[in-house]
């Protein structure tokens, strides 16, 4: 039962913009082809040329060994360092002097970092961690708010060959705890606080649950930021601001093999306990490297800001290691996108004469509900390539993105790709693909992508099914931590021998890829698998809709019905007209079989703190069960609390 009905119709198309393309570092499809035909009948002369790109210490001997299925390795005999690849490459010429980082706290003070300085930074950090006795083969757990220190934090650990495992500022003492255990860390490294929606947000208490009675953590590093009052170990705790003044700002990097860890980052399984997600160093800065340097089209005076935090895989591979991996000039932000004002994104754009920008569908919807004057009060023209990650955009987010961000001159990359992938994996080129609004395009070099069902076949144009990888590549995850046949069972056992990660999509006649979310969220009306995403935009595209989520909810007649969890825009009433108002439209747009059987109205959906709808707890409100699931990584559990309130 792999198979999915596709309902959604999207026909415009936008080629690249000329301007755009007179520039662009791949501009012609011909080239392009070859490039792309060459990195799948010849992959280890692509990926080896690419990765004479990078510093080597020492020289790979061999591009790929695929011997041991499913655990690749990449780039075997070769030694390279992560933190040289991101800066010691670029102080011998003109970059040493460009900016590495800019970064802008919630309260507007900025700090700007060259690649000299933030090397200089970098190694001071490094030599504080070996001050304390980390040393190489260690995990380091990394719970901090998004400063400059964050960067300089994962970059010193990589320095020294001990791998980070970064877990997300706004994840609870618990989530913190589990991951530390299931790592084996041997420090932490904090701050005092951060800056959230205009107040401190705590960092360190969260810190001392953690840890408490956790043998394996000998320090905890404090960096300070917000100067609130912590609570303090002595032993234990100490003061990176104490520390670093006492240590050289001279550190060698440690040379480490490709295969040697760089880091760990957790992903919630639908199951339970967290995912160590195994990245190594070789092959995942060489995807890195150049999925940033086609896909955002980087060159020396470009401005860059991906809006993700580190905590997740976009601030690792598209914030830290591939943009400074290709000596670019990156914009960190610490606060909330409307703090202090609807306008903060734009407004940062502006000051700091962003080019390319990066950000996720969920934000854009927030910023289409504000409203278009605010980005209009913002002189937004220097932005060139716009682009989105997270979740499929629907059309009408896409759309309102190209007009009002965009003013219909920037192209814009939508990338589908997973912490598993390490680096992006379909996405336009921005130079190169015409896109279509909502489809991810098409996949990267090296990406044998193909959609199959469950024996391995390929399935026709424009039939949904697995999202599928059929080879290697070099930014693959390597094994979830400690637990080898758990990675196989989730991600190679679906259709035997191929890498598949939960995603439903379709190709289409172009060979475009449309992702249409996961395939745990299908639902069956009548037999008739329909993909989550494709209900949903049909919603969105109703102009007093916000925001759309839907579930399957067991039916009677049908086996499964459709329930749909909508927000309005301000003013718009409520009521059962607009419930029938709604459902028509779906039925028009898509068809009469994709109509919601039930439509409650919500204030705001629950998601996580990566935006990502989380629709296992409306699939149970829906049902009328309470939720027994893990929840630990909602955002706002009032809105739970809302949802299951109307529910009584
Ligand atoms: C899942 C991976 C990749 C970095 C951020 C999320 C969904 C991601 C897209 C896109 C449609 C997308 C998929 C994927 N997803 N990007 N452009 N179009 N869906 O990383 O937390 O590992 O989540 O996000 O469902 O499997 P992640």
């Known amino acids: 039962m ?3 009905e596709s309902v959604l119709h999207e026909d415009r198309r936008f080629p690249p913009p000329a301007e755009f393309q007179r520039q662009a570092r791949l501009s012609s499809p011909a080239e392009y082809e070859a490039l792309y035909r060459e990195s799948i009948d010849d992959p280890e002369a692509f990926w080896g040329r690419v990765a004479r790109e990078l510093p080597w210490m020492k020289p790979f001997e061999r591009v790929l060994d695929w011997s041991n299925k499913p655990f690749a390795r990449w780039f075997t005999g ?14 011998a010429g003109a970059r040493a002097d460009a900016r590495a980082i800019v970064w802008e706290g919630e309260p507007g003070d900025v700090r700007t970092l060259t690649y000299r300085e933030l090397h200089a930074e970098v190694c001071r950090f490094a030599n504080v961690l070996k001050s304390r006795g980390v040393q190489k083969g260690d995990r380091v757990a990394i719970y901090m708010p998004m400063i400059p220190e964050l960067a300089m934090a994962v970059l010193a650990c990589a320095r020294i060959g001990a791998a980070h495992s970064v877990v997300f500022g706004g994840f609870s003492a ?7 255990e299931d790592g084996g860390c041997s420090a932490v490294i904090t701050a005092d606080g951060g800056w959230r929606r205009g107040s401190v947000l705590a960092l360190k208490p969260e810190v001392d649950t953690a840890v408490d009675g956790i043998p394996s953590v000998h320090t905890v590093l404090v960096v300070r930021r917000t100067e609130n009052e912590v609570a303090w170990t002595p032993g234990r705790d100490v003061w990176y601001h104490e520390l670093a003044p006492k240590v050289s700002a001279d550190c060698p990097p440690e040379p480490m093999e490709a295969e040697d860890l760089l880091f760990l980052l957790y992903t919630s399984g639908s199951t339970g306990k967290p995912k160590g997600i195994v990245h190594t160093t070789g092959g995942y800065l060489v995807g890195t490297y150049l ?14 800001w991906c809006t993700a935090d580190v905590g997740w895989i976009t601030g690792h591979s598209y914030i830290v290691y591939g943009p400074l991996a290709n000596g670019a000039t990156v914009v960190m932000y610490e606060g909330a996108p409307t703090t202090p004002h609807p306008g903060r994104f734009w407004e940062l754009c502006a000051k ?5 920008f990066y950000t996720a569908p969920t934000a854009i919807r927030t910023f289409m509900r504000l409203g278009e004057e605010h980005p209009a009060k913002h002189d937004l023209s220097k932005l060139r390539l716009l682009g989105t990650v997270g979740e499929a955009i629907n059309p009408e987010a896409w759309m309102w993105y190209h007009r009002v961000i965009g003013a219909e001159r920037c192209p814009i990359v939508d990338t589908w790709w997973q912490t598993e992938t390490g680096a992006i994996m379909l996405t336009p080129l921005p130079g190169v693909t015409a896109t279509k609004p909502g489809s991810a395009t098409r996949p990267f070099f090296g990406v044998d992508a193909a959609i199959l069902d469950e024996r391995g076949n390929e399935l026709p144009a424009n039939q949904g099914g697995l999202m599928c990888i059929r080879k290697p590549w070099p930014s693959m995850l390597r094994g979830i931590w400690g637990d080898d046949k758990r990675f196989v069972d989730t991600y190679w056992s679906t259709v035997p021998g191929v890498y598949f990660a939960g995603d439903g999509a379709r190709r289409d006649e172009d060979g475009y890829f449309w992702i249409m979310g996961r395939v745990d969220d299908v639902i069956n009306v009548s037999g008739h698998r329909l993909s989550t995403m494709e209900v949903e935009s049909a919603l969105v595209s109703h102009p007093k809709v916000c925001e759309a989520a839907v579930v399957a909810r067991p039916d009677d007649l049908t086996g499964q019905a459709i329930a749909a969890f909508v927000t309005v825009g301000g003013g718009v009433a409520i009521d059962d007209a607009l419930r029938s108002e709604l459902g028509e439209h ?13 439509i409650r109205f919500t204030d705001a959906l629950p998601k996580t703190r990566s935006g990502k709808i989380m629709r296992r707890l409306l699939r149970d409100i829906a049902a009328g069960v309470e939720t027994v699931g893990d929840t630990s990584t909602i955002e706002d559990y009032s809105v739970l609390a809302k949802l299951r309130g109307d529910e009584a």
Do not use: M
């Open 586 to 598: 779906v039925a028009t747009e898509i068809g009469k079989l994709a109509r919601p059987k039930e």
């Open 78 to 91: 070769g030694k390279l360092n992560a933190s040289a690849v991101c800066l010691d490459q670029h102080l």
């Open 2 to 4: 792999s198979e999915i």
């Open 352 to 356: 700091h004469g962003v080019t390319v």
């Open 291 to 304: 999925t940033t340097r086609y896909v955002f089209d980087l060159r020396d005076d470009d401005v860059y």
């Open 174 to 180: 618990q989530a913190l705890r589990d991951r530390i």
